[in-house]
């Protein structure tokens, strides 16, 4: 069984910056293809920032150049640094990973922006 936990989320004012963690827990071998998400009320939710299988970063075009993911293999981390903040990026942020076939999800952090 795996569980991701989220950290990080809160309030920050437009032009801030906020720093997202995800804690994977369970028997998992590798941090790539995991990645953020995000849900607005009434919105779907919309990728954020993923690893692919193979490491590499892709980024949504709303957050390309404002928002980096990164990874810390020792330390078993995800992060998503978030800078530039825009009201519009209030949403709930989740942690997501595919392990052993399955798609994982955590519980998600509430990020809100004001102007």
């Known amino acids: 069984q795996v569980h991701l936990v989220e950290s990080g989320g809160g309030l920050a004012q437009a032009g801030g910056s906020l720093r997202l963690s995800c804690a994977p827990s369970g028997s998992i071998f590798s941090l790539n293809g995991m990645g953020w998400y995000r849900q607005a009320p009434g919105k779907q939710r919309e990728l954020v920032a993923a690893?692919?299988?193979?490491?590499?970063?892709n980024y949504a075009d709303f957050v390309k150049g404002r928002f980096t993911i990164s990874k810390d293999n020792a330390k078993r981390m995800v992060y998503l640094q978030m800078n530039s903040l825009k009201p519009e990026d209030t949403a709930v942020y989740y942690c997501k990973g595919r392990f052993y076939g399955i798609d994982y999800w955590g519980q998600g952090t509430q990020v809100t922006v004001s102007s």
């Open positions: 690893f692919t299988t193979g490491g590499i970063a």
